[in-house]
Nanobody
Framework: QAQLVESGGGLVQPGGSLRLSCTAS????????IGWFRQAPGKEREGVAC????????YYADSVKGRFTISRDNAKNTVYLQMKKLKPDEPGVYYC???????????????WGQGTLVNVSS
C-alpha cells in the first residue's frame, strides 16, 4: 500500500527549530515532486514548501522564506523540512504530499500523509 508517513513534530519554543521527515513506503519518491503543507486550528490548509524531482526547483511560501528548507534523499525515500526561527503563529498539523510540482504549489496532490503535529509555545 502506498503511503507517506510524517515524523519529527513536537513542542518547540518560539525561535526554535524542528526537522520534519516524510518517508514513503510502497512506492518510490524518485518520480514525484513533494510538498509540505500545514493547517492551523480553525484555518485552511496552506502550502509551505515544495521540491521538484530533480531538486532544481523549489517553492516556499513567502512567510517561511529564509527560515525553512526542504530537501530530499531519494536513497532513503524521504523528504525533510528543516524549520528554523519558528513563530508563535506557526503551530498546526504539518502534512507532506506528492504529485506534480505545479499542482502541489496549487494545493493539489496525489497522496497525502496523515500529518505530524507541531506546537510552538513558550
Amino acid at each position: 500500500q502506498a503511503q507517506l508517513v510524517e515524523s519529527g513534530g513536537g513542542l518547540v519554543q518560539p525561535g526554535g527549530s524542528l526537522r520534519l521527515s516524510c518517508t514513503a513506503s510502497g512506492f518510490s519518491l524518485d518520480y514525484y515532486a513533494i510538498g509540505w503543507f500545514r493547517q492551523a486550528p480553525g484555518k485552511e490548509r496552506e502550502g509551505v514548501a515544495c521540491i521538484s524531482t530533480s531538486r532544481i526547483n523549489t517553492y516556499y511560501a513567502d512567510s517561511v522564506k529564509g527560515r525553512f528548507t526542504i530537501s530530499r534523499d531519494n536513497a532513503k525515500n524521504t523528504v525533510y523540512l528543516q524549520m528554523k526561527k519558528l513563530k508563535p503563529d506557526e503551530p498546526g498539523v504539518y502534512y507532506c504530499a506528492i504529485g506534480e510540482f505545479r499542482a502541489i504549489v496549487a494545493g493539489v496532490a496525489q497522496i497525502w500523509g496523515q500529518g505530524t503535529l507541531v506546537n510552538v509555545s513558550s
